[in-house]
């Protein structure tokens, strides 16, 4: 699988155009979508090309491709404009033998989150997805979140590997905006024993961080 990580689009239309440019380049077969996707946010200024319709247009093509996830920032409203379901706090995604936790970021904490993080949270009062239930809590090997605004590619103390892709149109730190990428392309035929996993620039792809386990 390929998959494309996009997260805190924020409304701009100008930005998920880009970003899903890259879905065709790379041979992707899922988008990773990680939450606040079409509201700006009260505390943000309105991104560059700010335009929510542009941004659900774009996406449509996509909805039978897409893990969608919500954020802070998507309100009930928001959810009735997408085609697809987006209404969930996490998912998790079994690829390979490994198991990705898509979170938004506000609620499960990365920095300290365990690779039995869905013990916990089913435990107390979240509702287990199908994928979870399915899956009777498997171990947590990457954990894909936003939130921050702020890529980050780099294991917790946990040895859980947080990738934040960072935001697609209000970047911070500094940094320009990006998207994240997953791949586990089997070679020669047989199933990978490993997945890669990238950070790169909006602008042109430039990759500029990766990671393999």
């Not at 979508?33 to 509201?39: C, I, V």
């Not at 009777?136 to 990738?163: A, S």
Request: with cysteine; aromatic share 8%; glycine share 8%.
């Amino acid at each position: 699988m390929r998959a494309l990580i996009l997260s805190d689009i924020h409304g701009s239309a100008l930005a998920a155009r880009q970003a899903l440019s890259f879905f065709e380049k790379f041979n992707c077969d899922k988008i990773f979508l990680l939450g606040d996707t079409l509201y700006h946010g009260p505390r943000n200024p309105l991104p560059a090309g700010h335009g929510p319709m542009g941004v659900v247009e774009a996406l449509a093509p996509y909805k039978d491709r897409i893990v969608a996830v919500r954020g802070n920032c998507d309100a009930d409203v928001d959810l009735m404009m997408l085609d697809m379901p987006m209404e969930n706090e996490y998912k998790v995604v079994e690829d390979c033998g490994f198991h990705l936790f898509l979170s938004h970021g506000h609620i499960f904490m990365p920095e300290c989150f365990p690779k039995t993080a869905l013990e916990t949270i089913e435990s107390t009062g979240f509702t287990p997805t199908k994928e979870a239930h399915e899956q009777q809590k498997p171990y947590i090997d990457v954990y894909l979140y936003g939130h921050t605004h702020i890529w980050k590619l780099e294991k917790n103390f946990r040895d859980v590997l947080l990738v934040n892709p960072g935001s697609t149109s209000l970047p911070k730190g500094g940094n320009p905006p990006t998207f994240g990428l997953y791949e586990s392309t089997p070679e020669n035929g047989s199933e990978p024993t490993h997945i890669r996993l990238s950070i790169h620039k909006l602008e042109d792809g430039e990759e500029i961080a990766t990671m393999t386990i």
